[in-house]
């Protein structure tokens, strides 16, 4: 089982940048796909961004150029820097797991098994 801790999420305005954190448990972290999802208010969840065990990516159209995702298995930590930040990014992002070997992870949530609280991100124009 994985336990996932989001932070970093923060007010910023538009223009700015942010970093968010997802710490995890267990030793077997390498192992997992790891992606952000995020909701605004109103909306469905939504991808943005995730890893996979083998560092493969994948990104939301509308977020590349702009988010980074990186994983760092000695710190049991994926990251999410978000540069040049839109109100449209407002949402609460939330990290998620899953054990799979597949090397492009997946873009929707429902392979994910385990979620974090979620972190809040405000953009104001």
């Known amino acids: 089982q994985v336990q996932l801790v989001e932070s970093g999420g923060g007010w910023v305005q538009a223009g700015d940048s942010l970093r968010l954190s997802c710490a995890a448990s267990g030793r077997t972290f390498s192992r997992y796909t790891i992606g952000w999802f995020r909701r605004a208010p109103g909306e469905e969840r939504a991808f943005v961004a995730a890893?996979?065990?083998?560092?493969?990516?994948n990104y939301a159209d509308s977020v590349k150029g702009r988010f980074t995702i990186s994983r760092d298995n000695a710190k049991n930590t994926v990251y999410l820097q978000m540069n040049s930040l839109k109100p449209e990014d407002t949402a609460v992002y939330y990290c998620?797991?899953?054990?799979?070997?597949?090397?492009?992870?997946?873009?929707?949530?429902?392979?994910?098994?385990?979620w974090g609280q979620g972190t809040q991100v405000t953009v104001s124009s």
């Open positions: 998620a797991a899953h054990s799979t070997f597949a090397a492009v992870p997946a873009t929707t949530p429902v392979p994910y098994d385990y």
């Open positions: 890893v996979s065990w083998s560092a493969g990516t």
